[in-house]
């Protein structure tokens, strides 16, 4: 049938010229003429037939070159997408366990977002910090106590220097009365030496009398001596505790300032960690997100596939067209039925994948 296609054009070329050379010519040279016609235009067809061959058998391995290339790209995509998943997915893993074990450490040192207590939750640091407070707070009233006490100590050391100086003023008074004690002793000598004999045992008595007098104002001068040493101690002792008890006071107040800005420095500080940790659970989160979506989106590479292989069923297709139409034997090629084989062979790996991924 294609021989025929291509004679029936020939004929319709061939048979007016002839029917034109046996009406003006000899029959005998009409024929001649005709036969050189033919022969010239078998020849030519056959030349134009090897051309042909040699062309197509050009053309067919071009085709054949062209799709065992598509099919090496083909495989190769297969292969490297599929690594590119699996890569992938191991890092959507290990950015899940970074993102889990990132929660579990926010839970245990800041508490569940979800628990709505006191700074942060019923967690390790909460309870550090409650307990660094209560320390704060007790070291206050320790350091509050230690300026009660100071200060009773002083309070008391003052009762003592008023009780010496009492006692002072006393030593005082007794040095007076042996003073007059002595002018009286004196008094009453001068009148027992005027009254001769009689007044011989008044005599007596005011010489002890004077005596007395003497030993009260020794023991006077030796305890006011005592009580002015006693005195410069004690106040002495009670400028030095005035000033170290003030500068306690201070250094206590400025210490439990210090300790308070401290804590709540520490305190911001653990709040502002708390609120990176929970910004990095999420930055894991959103990226293993983008990477499972990714490794969707990578999974549909089989419409690559299968443009391929509508490329090379349109190459086989036009080839075949172009055999037929010149009626040549069809070059063994190896059919788009074992190329959809190859395509598939790798397509169960990849649902395999498919299965394992989370979809959001």
Same mark, same amino acid.
């Given at each position: 049938?294609?021989?025929?296609?291509?004679?029936?054009?020939?004929?319709?070329?061939?048979?007016?010229?002839?029917?034109?050379?046996?009406?003006?010519?000899?029959?005998?040279?009409?024929?001649?003429?005709?036969?050189?016609?033919?022969?010239?235009?078998?020849?030519?067809?056959?030349?134009?037939?090897?051309?042909?061959?040699?062309?197509?058998?050009?053309?067919?391995?071009?085709?054949?070159?062209?799709?065992?290339?598509?099919?090496?790209?083909?495989?190769?995509?297969?292969?490297?997408?599929? +690594? %590119?998943? *699996?890569?992938?997915?191991? =890092?959507? &893993?290990?950015? !899940?366990?970074?993102? #889990?074990? @990132?929660?579990?450490?926010?839970?245990?040192?800041?508490?569940?977002?979800?628990?709505?207590?006191?700074?942060?939750?019923?967690?390790?640091?909460?309870?550090?910090?409650?307990?660094?407070?209560?320390?704060?707070?007790?070291?206050?009233?320790?350091?509050?106590?230690?300026?009660?006490?100071?200060?009773?100590?002083?309070?008391?050391?003052? +009762? %003592?220097? *008023?009780?010496?100086?009492? =006692?002072? &003023?006393?030593? !005082?008074?007794?040095? #007076?009365? @042996?003073?007059?004690?002595?002018?009286?002793?004196?008094?009453?000598?001068?009148?027992?030496?005027?009254?001769?004999?009689?007044?011989?045992?008044?005599?007596?008595?005011?010489?002890?009398?004077?005596?007395?007098?003497?030993?009260?104002?020794?023991?006077?001068?030796?305890?006011?001596?005592?009580?002015?040493?006693?005195?410069?101690?004690?106040?002495?002792?009670?400028?030095?505790?005035?000033?170290?008890?003030?500068?306690?006071?201070?250094?206590?107040?400025?210490?439990?300032?210090?300790?308070?800005?401290?804590?709540?420095?520490?305190?911001?500080?653990?709040?502002?960690?708390?609120?990176?940790?929970?910004?990095?659970?999420?930055?894991?989160?959103?990226?293993?997100?983008?990477?499972?979506?990714?490794?969707?989106?990578?999974?549909?590479?089989?419409?690559?596939?299968?443009?391929?292989?509508?490329?090379?069923?349109?190459?086989?297709?036009?080839?075949?067209?172009?055999?037929?139409?010149?009626?040549?034997?069809?070059?063994?090629?190896?059919?788009?039925?074992?190329?959809?084989?190859?395509?598939?062979?790798?397509?169960?790996?990849?649902?395999?994948?498919?299965?394992?991924?989370?979809?959001?």
């Amino acid at each position: 049938m294609p021989r025929l296609r291509l004679l029936i054009p020939i004929l319709i070329n061939i048979v007016p010229s002839s029917v034109f050379f046996f009406m003006i010519t000899d029959i005998s040279k009409a024929m001649i003429g005709t036969f050189i016609i033919i022969v010239c235009t078998f020849l030519s067809l056959s030349l134009s037939s090897g051309h042909n061959k040699k062309f197509l058998s050009s053309f067919a391995k071009l085709l054949a070159d062209v799709r065992k290339r598509l099919d090496d790209i083909r495989d190769k995509t297969e292969t490297d997408t599929v +690594a %590119v998943i *699996d890569l992938l997915q191991n =890092i959507v &893993r290990k950015s !899940k366990e970074g993102s #889990e074990e @990132a929660a579990a450490v926010v839970a245990y040192f800041m508490g569940r977002p979800d628990e709505k207590t006191d700074y942060f939750g019923d967690s390790y640091v909460s309870r550090m910090l409650r307990e660094n407070e209560a320390s704060v707070s007790k070291a206050g009233s320790v350091f509050r106590n230690i300026e009660e006490i100071n200060r009773n100590f002083l309070d008391n050391l003052k +009762a %003592v220097f *008023d009780k010496v100086e009492a =006692i002072h &003023r006393f030593v !005082k008074d007794i040095r #007076e009365i @042996a003073f007059q004690t002595r002018l009286l002793s004196l008094n009453a000598a001068i009148e027992a030496a005027r009254a001769g004999e009689n007044g011989l045992s008044f005599s007596v008595v005011a010489d002890e009398v004077r005596k007395l007098a003497d030993r009260s104002g020794g023991t006077a001068s030796q305890i006011s001596d005592i009580v002015e040493d006693s005195m410069k101690i004690v106040e002495n002792i009670r400028n030095k505790v005035d000033q170290q008890v003030n500068a306690g006071i201070l250094a206590m107040v400025d210490t439990e300032h210090n300790l308070k800005n401290t804590f709540d420095k520490f305190r911001k500080s653990v709040d502002s960690i708390s609120d990176a940790i929970k910004v990095l659970t999420l930055n894991y989160q959103t990226i293993s997100k983008d990477i499972e979506n990714a490794t969707i989106s990578l999974q549909f590479q089989d419409i690559i596939s299968q443009e391929m292989d509508k490329i090379n069923t349109d190459m086989i297709a036009f080839k075949d067209e172009f055999e037929s139409s010149h009626s040549f034997k069809k070059p063994a090629i190896s059919s788009s039925s074992s190329a959809e084989k190859r395509l598939h062979k790798k397509l169960p790996a990849v649902k395999e994948h498919e299965d394992n991924v989370e979809f959001f």
